[in-house]
């Protein structure tokens, strides 16, 4: 069995303290290694940029 940290609270403890309203309107996405499983990907900046940018406002 896998220990599950149930992240969901802590992030919904952090962005309940967010009061900046431009920060507040962008769209929580996760992280670039929630979609890619790649080494060689997850360590070239411009790749994982460009994968979080495309998963952001598709």
């Known amino acids: 069995m896998f220990r599950v940290l149930r992240a969901e609270r802590l992030a919904g403890a952090l962005t309940a303290r967010i009061t ?16 890619i499983d790649s080494t060689e990907a997850l360590s070239r900046p411009d790749l994982t940029h460009a994968v979080m940018c495309a998963t952001a406002w598709s």
């Open 20 to 35: 900046d309203p431009a920060v507040l309107a962008l769209r929580a996405v996760g992280v670039a290694d929630q979609f």
